[in-house]
């Protein structure tokens, strides 16, 4: 029996700018929408596979990702109307081995959203309408074919990667929301042991900077994404889990950048749509999904909410926070 063992540890810094004086929104305003950008589960022989044989993986219409676009209130008029805008590293979409750059897959990609399916390409722009208000949000799937990376030489044979960058913009041109689909695919031999891969990527989301605090306290404010967690294994554990702890205190608080003020904000963490708790302390959650290939997978979001719970009148400033996320295997 394996006994538990600490894999991975990554650190999520948290900022909050707290002024005096309330400030002016800027035109397009985060709460006014309801966006989730989703990385799907695998579907048979695509994605996150690392027991399939090179020459017969499934490479086409791979239903990787789901955005879900909403509204909480009715916005100015031609604010319900957004905008999907992609890329990558490079010119092109594609998967870049890891050991070595010179092997690429060539991917092509589209979307499909109100039954219309386009075909998708680097820096283009993408018209799409968030549901109305009190309706459910509109849906937007996409799609990629990957080319067949068979080779007789071995040479294509291994682990790849395929940063997407995903941004939907408003009516003003200002970004929403932006988040980094970090997708990986593994090839092998039918005559080659399956290599031991544990990939765990944290991903820092923009939304971790100037959280906004609210005085007096408004508990029923929406949750704040603040890091993507994208999380693959086919290593024989039993069990997989995550230990979500704040860092040099025992609660989840923002802290003044001053030391000589002593100024604390506490807040709540929780994974949306996970978790039903929102919790003061360290936490573990298990990562229990298997797939129907027999491999490890997961993708989930760290999120805060019921800033400043304590109903705090604090001092202005700078305040910071640091979250730790380990990964630990049984």
Known sequence: MQSARKKTVFLIVLTVLLYPLLLVASPADLSWYDISILELPPAGNSLHNNTIDISNATLTNINFSRILTGLNLVPPAGYENLRLRFSTLGASFRFVKKTG?????????????????????????YPIVAGSFGSPATTTDLFMNITNPYNPAKANRGDYYFPLVVQIIAADDSVLVERTLQLTVHFRNTDTPVTPITSLILERYASADHIPVPYPYQPGLPTTTVAGINFQSNEEYNKYRLRVSPVGQTRFQFNHTNPNIGSAIPFRVTIPGRTVSAYEQAFNFNLDYKGSIGAWYDFLEIGIRNVNYDNISARAGDYTSTIRVELISD
Do not use: Y
């Open 101 to 125: 750059p010179d092997n690429a897959l060539p991917v092509t990609m589209r979307l499909v959203h109100g039954g219309s399916s386009i075909n998708v390409f680097p820096m283009v722009e």
